[in-house]
């Protein structure tokens, strides 16, 4: 079992940055690697980011070079810092863990659990 929790969303113009930030408590092995989803309005969930344990990172096409994710392991906390939003990065944000190693991410693979999201709304 683990618990998620997600901060930091909010409203921002474009080209603003916005950080992220998820709480993790629960058993450590179903972290194995952790996450970040978006959905938006009428689209599926999509991978944005992940992290593995031994810290390489993945990230969608559609983020590499704007976004970072990172984690402190002391405070059990992953961050996604995101800069130069655009309108279409408008979405729930969920962090989320497996405890699986890390799939590429353009795989778009379902994690296990997932935290109760939180809205970054990007406007033009």
């Known amino acids: 079992q683990v618990r998620l929790v997600e901060s930091g969303g909010g409203s921002v113009q474009a080209g603003g940055s916005l950080r992220l930030s998820c709480v993790a408590s629960g058993d450590s092995y179903s972290r194995t690697c952790m996450g970040w989803f978006r959905q938006a309005p009428g689209k599926a969930r999509e991978a944005v980011a992940s992290?593995?344990?031994?810290?390489?990172?993945s990230y969608a096409d559609s983020v590499k070079g704007r976004f970072t994710i990172s984690k402190d392991n002391p405070k059990n906390t992953l961050y996604l810092q995101m800069n130069s939003l655009k309108p279409e990065d408008t979405g729930m944000y969920y962090c989320?863990?497996?405890?699986?190693?890390?799939?590429?991410?353009?795989?778009?693979?379902?994690?296990?659990?997932y935290g109760q999201g939180t809205q970054v709304t990007v406007s033009s």
């Open positions: 992290i593995d344990t031994d810290g390489s990172t």
């Open positions: 989320a863990a497996d405890p699986r190693e890390c799939f590429p991410i353009k795989l778009n693979v379902p994690f296990i659990s």
